[in-house]
């Protein structure tokens, strides 16, 4: 399973789930499933999220159990 961080670094940023979905190209209803954990997103998603965060993708998003 993977699991993410991208509700607390949204949330430290003041963003929206609006807000970062149209900065990352996707519906706000994609970011809400992903902040749940029933989502697992693209790579291309998952770079574009890193990019928003100014982040590399494993501090973003890592298997459950690492």
């Known amino acids: 399973m993977l699991i993410n961080k991208v ?9 929206t789930q ?6 990352v190209g996707v519906t ?4 809400v ?3 749940k954990g029933s ?3 693209s ?8 990019e928003e965060f100014e982040m590399p993708i494993e501090e973003i998003f890592s298997k459950e159990g690492k």
């Not at 790579?43 to 890193?50: E, T």
């Open 7 to 15: 509700k607390e670094l949204r949330a430290r940023l003041s963003l």
């Open 18 to 23: 609006g807000e970062l979905a149209d900065r």
């Open 28 to 31: 706000r209803q994609t970011i």
């Open 33 to 35: 499933a992903l902040e």
């Open 39 to 41: 989502y697992t997103p």
């Open 43 to 50: 790579l291309l998603l998952a770079m574009n999220i890193a």
